[in-house]
């Protein structure tokens, strides 16, 4: 008999068993003399590459003013009144989103929550965001990037917004975001330079394994 972690929980159980003894999760043990069955894993193809948007869906939200390449949704002013039926329609599909623009508020931000696949989130807005936002964020338990100095992928060039209204106070709830690896600060003077030095030393602190910029 051999040991195998549990999916859900980790624990060490019997490749025999049916269900985790600690968590219930179910595991699919096999009768002995019979080899575990697992369920098929889809492995990227490199000749392909990433299994490019569905059209329909990327038509649908251009109509929406959305722009969306099958991992990141782009949403621009234009798309703020849009926002809501762009969360219906794609909410599942998106791992990374990138909010640019004046209008953005922190009503805006509660709403990513409603994106269970999204590991990245850059924000190039006005002076909209507050604490709040920060707040809401910090809620968003998987994700890995943010990026709070968001440059235009093309030109390699700021683009011209700034998160001016975060405090240290608001930064200290990004402490709860365990699995980021990447964190980008707003441009320097949104903060005092003592501001900013305390923010990057009490996130490297909390998080370790994230490089702070």
């Known amino acids: 008999m051999a040991l195998i972690p549990c999916p859900e929980c980790g624990r060490q159980i019997s490749t025999l068993a049916t269900s985790c003894p600690s968590c219930g999760c179910p595991v699919g043990g096999a009768a ?3 080899a575990t069955q697992q369920s098929p894993v889809a492995e990227p193809n490199s000749e392909t ?3 490019p948007p569905d ?3 990327v038509k649908q939200l251009e109509d929406l003013k959305a722009k969306y390449d099958g991992h990141t949704l782009r949403l621009e002013d ?8 762009i969360i219906r329609l794609c909410s599942k599909e998106v791992t990374r ?8 508020e922190d009503r805006h931000i509660q709403q990513l929550q409603q994106f269970p696949n999204l590991r ?8 909209l965001l507050t604490d709040e936002s920060l707040a809401h964020i910090s809620s968003l338990q998987f994700l890995t990037k943010l990026d709070l100095f968001l440059v235009d992928p093309s030109s390699k060039a700021w683009l011209g917004f700034q ?3 975060f405090t240290e106070r608001g930064y200290r709830q990004l402490t709860r975001l365990g699995n980021l690896r990447f964190i980008k ?5 949104s903060l005092s330079p003592e501001s900013r030095s305390k923010v990057i030393a009490m996130l490297q602190q909390a998080l370790p394994d994230a490089f702070i910029q």
């Open 78 to 85: 234009s798309a703020v009144p849009n926002f809501l039926a």
């Open 49 to 51: 590459g990433p299994v």
């Open 185 to 189: 600060l707003p441009r320097p003077d």
């Open 32 to 34: 002995p003399g019979q």
């Open 55 to 57: 059209p329909q869906l």
């Open 97 to 104: 989103i990138d909010l640019v623009g004046n209008d953005w």
């Open 163 to 165: 998160c001016d209204r």
């Open 120 to 127: 990245e989130l850059a924000v190039a807005s006005g002076n």
